[in-house]
């Protein structure tokens, strides 16, 4: 089967730093864009960045950049998203999804992941 | 950035009723990239429609695409039980970053 598998449910006081993963099975992970996604409390998606696992080539939105880091690994097929000082507004659920068109900057996700939950609080 | 605006924000229906639910854009979705998900309480999305008219894999015919520029629909034929839920759209037809409309909740009359 292909999925993505993500890590697990994440509490931090503000200022700490975090690191969640998105891991990919079932298919070639490194041939496909992996897009992240914030939905904040009872909220709609919002688009963060993407990444091509078999360049690192990755693209963040405006409102993101500066704020995460994303970054992959493609020899253990995994993704990663980061945060080196945390505000309790980064209280979300952050999801993992992979682009169907696999070398496709332009494209619809067909494989999520079952989200993280980080929570942020003093 | 493209915004996408969902209407209604609710839609009461009942099973075997026809849903019908609007996605509006700022501007044109360039090459009709729209995408529309479902979202049930406590899941990840799932991707229904792609490119504004294709069903995904294993996703029932009861669901259709439709529209092109800046209006698009979602119709469901029938609804099943298992139809009532949070959607969503989204363009990837623009530049960077790619946009969601803020959702229609799908819920049972």
């Known amino acids: 089967d292909v999925q993505l598998v993500q890590s697990g449910a994440e509490v931090k006081e503000p200022g700490e730093s975090l690191k969640i993963s998105c891991k990919g099975s079932g298919y070639s992970f490194s041939t496909y864009w992996i897009a992240w996604l914030r939905q904040m409390p009872g909220k709609g998606l919002e688009w963060m960045g993407i990444?091509?696992?078999?360049?690192?080539?990755?693209r963040y939105s405006p409102s993101f950049q500066g704020q995460i880091t994303i970054s992959a690994d493609k020899s253990i097929s995994a993704a990663y998203l980061q945060w080196s000082s945390l505000k309790a507004s980064d209280t979300a659920i952050y999801y993992c999804a992979r682009h169907r068109i696999g070398g496709a900057t332009k494209s619809d996700l067909d494989i999520w992941g079952q989200g993280t939950v980080v929570t942020v609080s003093s | 950035e493209i915004v996408l605006t969902q209407s209604p924000g609710t839609l009461s229906l009942s099973p075997g009723e026809r849903a019908t639910l609007s996605c509006r854009a700022s501007?044109?979705?360039?090459?009709?990239?729209l995408a529309w998900y479902q979202q049930k309480s406590g899941q990840a999305p799932r991707l229904l429609i792609y490119g504004a008219f294709s069903r995904a894999t294993g996703i029932p015919d009861r669901f259709s695409g439709s529209g092109s520029g800046t209006d698009f629909t979602l119709t469901i034929s029938r609804l099943e039980p298992e139809d009532f839920a949070v959607y969503f759209c989204?363009?990837?037809?623009?530049?960077?970053?790619?946009?969601f409309g803020q959702g229609t909740k799908l819920e049972i009359k």
């Open positions: 989204q363009q990837y037809g623009s530049s960077l970053p790619y946009t």
């Open positions: 990444i091509y696992p078999g360049d690192s080539d990755t």
């Open positions: 501007q044109s979705v360039s090459s009709s990239y």
